[in-house]
Each structure stands twice: as structure tokens, then as C-alpha cells.
């Protein structure tokens, strides 16, 4: 079974706290992204990594930054959480064959900056 | 406007009934996936489908590519379907494109 883990289902922080979020996938993916869900939005991605230290920004990277020092772990790191910053944040997964790109979903963090 | 429209936005329905979820998109895709998400934030993939139809127990996706749209279809529907339905469209960079969800509610 593919399994994609988040470190928090549930995080409360204030304004100005450096926040990480955490995914660890266990199926070799290459592909890793992080989105967050707002309702009436949909999903919108931050950034996403093709390979180990590799990142590309997706649609809103402002007041993100991501790490993937290791090909199993990528990291959402929030340097100083804003209140528009509260959201549930999904992490997902998949293999490099990009005419395939089934992607495999953790269990979201709901994330609220107080 | 968004480039993936779903409707209806949200739908409550009677356990039993047949239920229709629509997905329009005016992009050109490679592939069209629609995923549901149950309360408490997980997401599964239902299907990925580019031409025809595609069956999986009571589930049903179709997608028309000259018409540029979708339906999922739940046959016989049960409380345990309630959850948001997302449909979301590969474009010709590989790049999704996510629809905004439908939520779906089926009374017992």
C-alpha cells in the first residue's frame, strides 16, 4: 500500500512562528508536491520537487519555501505564518512518469495561525 | 474564469438515488483524474480517464474530449459516498489543473 504521512493533522501557531510541516512517502516516488485547500478554491500547489534538492514553485510560492534533502521527505517551511496562511495543507506523491501522474495524497494538516 | 468547473458545487440527495457530477474544462488535456476526499482531509484517486468511459463498482466516469467534459456517476448511492468529489485535468505541460470540488451529502 502506497502511504504518505504528514507529521500533524492538526497545528495551531501564531503570528510570526516559524512553521514546518512535514511528508514522508514510502514508494520511492520521485515526484513530491505540496498544496493547500481553501474552500471554493480547490487545490492550489506551492511548490513541487521532480528529484532530491530540486523544488519548482507552483501557483502561490509567496511566504513558502521548501527542502528535500532526502528522496523520501519534503518539507513546507513557513518563515514567519500570517493569518491568510491558515488552511488545510496536503502533501502528495508520484512516480517521474508524467503521463501517469496518478498522485498519492497524505491525510492533510489543518493548519491554523492565530 | 476557472479553467475546471464543477457542478453543482454542493448536492444532497436521497440514499438509493442516482447522482451526476459534472467537470468542464476549456484547456487542452492529456488525461482527466477525478478524486474523492472524505471528511478528515485524505484524497484517493477514483479514475483517470482520457477517452470513453471507465466502471468501478458503482462508480462511472465519462468524458466526451469534443465537448471538453465529464460526468461521475454513482449508482445506488449510500451515506458512505458522502464526501467531495474533485476533478482535476492534465494540460499538455503535465501540469494539473484543480477543479473546486463537489460535496456530496446522501441521507440515509
Known amino acids: 500500500d502506497v502511504k504518505v504521512t504528514q507529521s500533524s493533522r492538526y497545528l495551531v501557531k501564531r503570528t510570526g512562528e516559524k512553521v514546518f510541516l512535514e511528508c514522508v512517502q514510502d514508494?520511492?516516488?520521485?515526484?513530491m508536491f505540496w498544496y493547500r485547500q481553501d474552500p471554493g478554491l480547490g487545490l492550489r500547489l506551492i511548490y513541487f520537487s521532480y528529484d532530491v534538492k530540486m523544488k519548482e514553485k507552483g501557483d502561490i510560492p509567496e511566504g513558502y519555501s521548501v527542502s528535500r534533502e532526502k528522496k523520501e521527505r519534503f518539507s513546507l517551511i513557513l518563515e514567519s505564518a500570517s493569518t491568510n496562511q491558515t488552511s488545510m495543507y496536503l502533501c502528495?506523491?508520484?512516480?517521474?512518469?508524467?503521463?501517469?501522474?496518478?498522485?498519492?495524497f497524505g491525510p492533510g494538516t489543518r493548519l491554523t495561525v492565530l | 474564469k476557472n479553467e475546471v468547473e464543477q457542478s453543482p458545487q454542493n448536492l444532497t440527495a436521497q440514499e438509493g438515488e442516482f447522482i451526476t457530477i459534472n467537470c468542464s474544462y476549456s484547456?487542452?488535456?492529456?488525461?482527466l483524474h477525478w478524486l474523492q476526499q472524505h471528511p478528515g482531509g485524505g484524497i484517493v484517486s477514483l479514475f483517470m480517464l482520457s477517452s470513453g468511459k471507465k466502471k468501478h463498482g458503482r462508480l462511472i466516469a465519462t468524458i466526451n474530449i469534443q465537448e471538453k467534459h465529464s460526468s461521475l456517476h454513482i449508482t445506488a448511492s449510500h451515506p458512505r459516498d458522502s464526501a467531495v468529489y474533485i476533478c482535476?485535468?492534465?494540460?499538455?505541460?503535465?501540469?494539473?489543473?484543480w477543479g473546486a470540488g463537489t460535496k456530496l451529502i446522501i441521507k440515509p
Open positions: 514508494m520511492d516516488h520521485e515526484n
Open positions: 482535476a485535468v492534465m494540460d499538455s505541460n503535465y501540469q494539473l489543473i
Open positions: 484547456v487542452g488535456i492529456s488525461a
Open positions: 502528495a506523491s508520484s512516480f517521474w512518469d508524467r503521463s501517469y501522474n496518478e498522485q498519492f
